[in-house]
């Protein structure tokens, strides 16, 4: 099942363990019902400035095993 504030502090950690790339993001401010979603050009159609570092790829195993010695640690 995901882990992805866990997975979000490792990448800060350890930047191996996702790989990113640039791309444009846009959270919608709208009105209901699209209000907080979050709108990535992953294939650059929009023509739009990159403007954030997008996960594209985790490095899954190594991932879970960082974080069950992290866990273990404590």
């Known amino acids: 099942s995901p882990v992805h504030d866990a997975l979000a ?3 800060v950690i350890r930047d191996d363990l996702v ?16 209000r907080g979603r979050t709108y990535v050009d992953l294939w650059k ?3 739009n400035e990159a403007n954030a570092r997008v996960a594209v790829d985790v490095h899954g195993p190594v991932f879970i095993e960082w974080l069950c010695r992290r866990l273990e640690s404590l």
């Open 9 to 11: 502090l490792a990448h």
């Open 19 to 34: 790989e990113t790339e640039h791309r444009h993001v846009q959270v919608d401010t709208g009105p209901e019902p699209g």
């Open 45 to 47: 159609r929009t023509g």
